[in-house]
């Protein structure tokens, strides 16, 4: 799940 | 997308801009790292392998494109150019590349949130920025008479940085279940890489005097 979320970030 | 996100990435946009047009404007790529340029690229190309797996968002895409498109550039500048190449402080910018990668690669095969190829070069590029502007860095400190506009490239890259943070805690507050300890230690690592150079760029533009880092 945190893999996840940080990935809309560039 | 909040308003710290979304003002860090236009920096990161900025900064980027800042140091294409000096380089083509001024013909010159004094006092730029090609290091600090290359690792970059690595970080791009590492992180933004999703870019064919992932689609997340049309914004997402576009600027994925454009931090590849602009630091392959100003690679392909500073190595080929006939005229900038020359311009290349190559005997001064003498950062070990494998002193910054080989540590990062092994602290992303052993800290990570799942062993996967993808996800262990995502871990590494997340690693290896926080420390990638360290040969630009040790540059500036080497320049005698650093140009203004490299001076602003660091200090806009930084305040990507610092704005980064800001939208953490902004998400952490809003977004339930919004964590994320890798990026977020490796992102206050490299603000604090750049507490340095803010502290001698605001003293010297306080003092309207010229951008100098003592050795």
Sequence with gaps: VQALIAKDEL | ?215
């Design chain 2, 1 to 215: 997308m909040n308003i710290f996100r979304l003002a860090g990435d236009m920096t990161h946009l900025l900064s980027i801009l800042v140091l294409l047009l000096k380089i083509n404007a001024t013909r010159s790529c004094r006092g730029v790292s090609l290091k600090t340029q290359e690792l970059y690229a690595l970080v791009f190309v590492c992180r933004y392998l999703d870019l064919f797996t992932n689609f997340i968002s049309m914004y997402n895409t576009i600027m994925k494109i454009i931090f590849l498109a602009s630091t392959f550039t100003i690679i392909y500048w500073m190595r080929f150019h006939k005229v900038i190449r020359v311009t290349y402080d190559r005997e001064q910018d003498t950062f070990r590349y494998q002193f910054l990668v080989l540590p990062c690669l092994v602290l992303a095969l052993l800290l990570n949130s799942e062993f996967t190829v993808m996800e262990v070069l995502w871990t590494f590029s997340i690693y290896l920025e926080a420390v990638a502007i360290l040969p630009q860095l040790v540059l500036l400190q080497r320049t005698n008479n650093i140009d203004n506009l490299t001076g602003n490239y660091v200090f806009l890259l930084g305040s990507y940085r610092a704005l980064y943070i800001l939208n953490w805690i902004y998400r952490f507050l809003t977004e339930p279940n919004y964590r994320q300890y890798l990026v977020w230690i490796s992102g206050i690592v490299q603000t604090i890489i750049y507490i340095d150079f803010f502290y001698y760029y605001i003293k010297s533009w306080k003092n309207n005097e010229k951008l100098s880092l003592p050795a």
